[in-house]
């Protein structure tokens, strides 16, 4: 049979794909999608980029550009989507905010170069860490009373955390974090620069900020000298897309940062010379981005990112008024909820804190005597509901540029129902005493030193002065109580047998039972 007149056979299904078909079964029983991605399953950014994505799956083909040297198409959408955010450069990224922190940290840190972060950083940060040998200092974070999770570090807290480590390569801060709150980013951008220190911003969470007057104000606008953002999460792209904004500000001089953590009054002379007259250096970045993203970059994932960009510059504005109108007809109906709490900037008094975004609806059920996760649980099995996040003490839903009018109804049913049965069935249940957390233990090596050291496995009861060789962070309230090369101090293996009793949630130990820790075997 000639070439031209073979049919194409139509495959008949197979039937062993486990994970494809666990997500058609998810999208057969049409969720209300309160979770990232942003797009919300039903968004089209943009129609022609959405419609037959498998035939725009692609490599560096004539015409195409090439991610890790763009010169082309790559380059004039990068080129357009810093033109939106006022940004210097903006390199896409393809293994999300990750590789972006990771790259930022390597770039500003060179081997032992103190790195200021807050202790509820994302586990994002300590690939950065052992990649770049970076010694960090951690600033503690404040907590929310009430709703007990982490938020910003106190601008005074920062200016001690400068000072008392001259030659900071960078600050690192996170806006907003995982529950919308934010901190003085603004008082942090101008203590950085009076120190000649680069502020970094892990903006994850906040790709649509800048995009309405009534959020709070994003982070290139408020100073930021390098900014990561999950475009996927908030921004309408696919998973794993984002992006990495560099800012204009200009260093006041170019001293080295060898000299540099101290205020130019402190340190008494002006310049030592050879630096980049802007904070961060974009050909530093784009050299670690080379070495740390895959050399088979999607073109599905770039072309998300100019889709979002192009729906954010036409619709953003429209789309997050709507948006923002139902958020501010729901909240008051749902705090008449028998139980129920939501997250208001009411809810904020401390100096680490400074504003919240209404986009990520936090609601406490601390009141009703359940759990966040019971809650969540009970609303994606009896009203097909999907939030992002449950804790101890809330529920959080991501409300984004794909949600609809309906989703926020049936999420108002689902909570009435929610508050109605569990009222009746349990009396409101006195805050839970959490373990109060240690005092942040001494540093013994840098995290990269610990991670390449021999290490084993001892039981925690016998860890005490032992180095770590783990992580291990405590949800709630999402602060790190034991970082690689920190000493195991008896506050932390006491704090970490209450984590144990109280079955808090803990990310990064490799027991999730914390029976056992690993330590450097010295
Ligand atoms: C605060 C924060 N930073 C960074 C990240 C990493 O982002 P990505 O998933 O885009 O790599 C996350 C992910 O959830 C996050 O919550």
Same mark, same amino acid.
């Given at each position: 049979?000639?070439?031209?007149? *073979?049919?194409?056979?139509?495959?008949?299904?197979?039937?062993?794909?486990?994970?494809?078909?666990?997500? *058609?079964?998810?999208?057969?029983?049409?969720?209300?999608?309160?979770?990232?991605?942003?797009?919300?399953?039903?968004? /089209?950014?943009?129609?022609?980029?959405?419609?037959?994505?498998?035939?725009?799956?692609?490599?560096?083909?004539?015409?195409?550009?090439?991610?890790?040297?763009?010169?082309?198409?790559?380059?004039?959408?990068?080129?357009?989507?810093?033109?939106?955010?006022?940004?210097?450069?903006?390199?896409?990224?393809?293994?999300?905010?990750?590789?972006?922190?990771?790259?930022?940290?390597?770039?500003? /840190?060179?081997?032992?170069?103190?790195?200021?972060?807050?202790?509820?950083?994302?586990?994002?940060?300590?690939?950065?860490?052992?990649?770049?040998?970076?010694?960090?200092?951690?600033?503690?974070?404040?907590?929310?009373?009430?709703?007990?999770?982490?938020?910003?570090?106190?601008?005074?807290?920062?200016?001690?955390?400068?000072?008392?480590?001259?030659?900071?390569?960078?600050?690192?801060?996170?806006?907003p974090?995982y529950y919308g709150v934010?901190?003085?980013?603004?008082?942090?951008?101008?203590? /950085?620069?009076?120190?000649?220190?680069?502020?970094?911003?892990?903006?994850?969470h906040?790709?649509?900020?800048?995009?309405?007057?009534?959020?709070?104000?994003?982070?290139?606008?408020?100073?930021?000298?390098?900014?990561?953002?999950?475009?996927?999460?908030t921004?309408?792209?696919?998973?794993?897309?984002?992006?990495?904004?560099?800012?204009? &500000? *200009?260093?006041?001089?170019?001293?080295?940062?060898?000299?540099?953590?101290?205020?130019?009054?402190?340190?008494?002379?002006?310049? /030592?010379?050879?630096?980049?007259?802007?904070?961060?250096?974009?050909?530093?970045?784009?050299?670690?981005?080379?070495?740390?993203?895959?050399?088979?970059?999607?073109?599905?994932?770039?072309?998300?990112?100019?889709?979002?960009?192009?729906?954010?510059?036409?619709?953003?504005? *429209?789309?997050?008024?709507?948006?923002?109108?139902?958020?501010?007809?729901?909240?008051?109906?749902?705090?008449?909820?028998?139980?129920?709490?939501?997250l208001?900037?009411?809810?904020?008094?401390?100096?680490?804190?400074?504003?919240h975004d209404p986009t990520r609806l936090v609601?406490?059920?601390?009141?009703?005597?359940?759990?966040?996760?019971?809650?969540?649980?009970?609303?994606?099995?009896?009203?097909?509901?999907?939030?992002e996040?449950?804790? &101890?003490?809330?529920?959080v839903a991501v409300l984004?540029?794909?949600?609809?009018?309906?989703?926020?109804?049936?999420?108002?049913?689902?909570?009435?129902?929610?508050?109605?049965?569990?009222?009746?069935?349990?009396?409101?249940?006195?805050?839970?005493?959490?373990?109060?957390?240690?005092?942040?233990?001494?540093?013994?090596?840098?995290?990269?030193?610990?991670?390449?050291?021999?290490?084993?496995?001892?039981?925690?009861?016998?860890?005490?002065?032992?180095?770590?060789?783990?992580?291990?962070?405590?949800?709630?309230?999402?602060?790190?109580?034991?970082?690689?090369?920190?000493?195991?101090?008896?506050?932390?293996?006491?704090?970490?047998?209450?984590?144990?009793?109280?079955?808090?949630?803990?990310?990064?130990?490799?027991?999730?039972?914390?029976?056992?820790?690993?330590?450097?075997?010295?």
């Open positions: 049979m000639p070439f031209n007149k *073979e049919k194409r056979v139509q495959p008949s299904p197979i039937a062993d794909l486990p994970l494809v078909n666990a997500l *058609e079964e998810y999208r057969r029983r049409r969720p209300v999608r309160m979770h990232v991605p942003g797009h919300g399953g039903n968004l /089209c950014p943009c129609p022609q980029f959405m419609d037959g994505l498998p035939g725009l799956d692609v490599t560096e083909l004539e015409g195409l550009d090439d991610l890790h040297n763009p010169g082309g198409v790559i380059a004039a959408a990068q080129e357009k989507a810093a033109g939106l955010f006022g940004a210097r450069h903006t390199f896409f990224l393809v293994n999300g905010t990750t590789v972006g922190i990771q790259a930022l940290i390597a770039a500003s /840190c060179d081997q032992n170069r103190p790195l200021v972060l807050p202790r509820n950083a994302h586990r994002s940060v300590l690939g950065g860490l052992i990649i770049s040998g970076a010694r960090p200092v951690f600033l503690a974070p404040e907590v929310v009373p009430g709703f007990e999770f982490a938020t910003g570090f106190r601008p005074e807290d920062l200016i001690d955390g400068l000072r008392q480590n001259p030659g900071a390569g960078a600050v690192l801060a996170v806006h974090n934010t901190g003085d980013l603004g008082a942090a951008a101008a203590i /950085c620069h009076r120190y000649n220190v680069p502020l970094l911003v892990d903006e994850a906040g790709t649509h900020l800048r995009l309405h007057p009534d959020l709070p104000a994003d982070a290139l606008s408020l100073g930021a000298d390098a900014v990561v953002q999950s475009v996927h999460k921004g309408g792209a696919l998973t794993q897309a984002s992006w990495l904004h560099l800012g204009k &500000a *200009e260093r006041a001089e170019r001293g080295h940062p060898s000299c540099g953590g101290m205020s130019i009054a402190e340190r008494g002379h002006t310049s /030592c010379g050879g630096m980049s007259p802007t904070y961060v250096d974009r050909e530093r970045v784009a050299e670690v981005l080379r070495l740390l993203q895959t050399s088979s970059p999607s073109y599905l994932l770039m072309a998300s990112l100019d889709a979002a960009r192009g729906y954010l510059t036409c619709h953003g504005r *429209e789309t997050l008024d709507k948006l923002l109108g139902w958020v501010h007809e729901a909240v008051p109906i749902i705090n008449k909820m028998p139980g129920l709490t939501t208001g900037t009411e809810h904020l008094g401390s100096s680490g804190t400074a504003g609601i406490s059920v601390r009141q009703l005597g359940i759990s966040g996760h019971t809650a969540a649980r009970w609303l994606a099995h009896k009203y097909g509901i999907h939030l996040m449950s804790d &101890a003490f809330n529920i984004s540029l794909g949600t609809q009018k309906s989703d926020i109804i049936a999420l108002l049913n689902g909570l009435a129902e929610l508050s109605c049965q569990t009222e009746q069935g349990h009396s409101p249940r006195s805050p839970i005493p959490l373990p109060a957390g240690p005092p942040i233990p001494p540093q013994v090596l840098t995290p990269r030193q610990a991670w390449l050291a021999p290490r084993r496995i001892i039981p925690l009861e016998r860890s005490t002065g032992r180095v770590s060789a783990e992580s291990v962070a405590v949800y709630p309230p999402g602060i790190t109580a034991i970082y690689p090369g920190e000493e195991i101090t008896p506050a932390v293996v006491e704090y970490l047998q209450q984590v144990r009793e109280c079955e808090l949630h803990q990310q990064g130990a490799a027991d999730p039972k914390l029976d056992t820790i690993q330590v450097v075997d010295a």
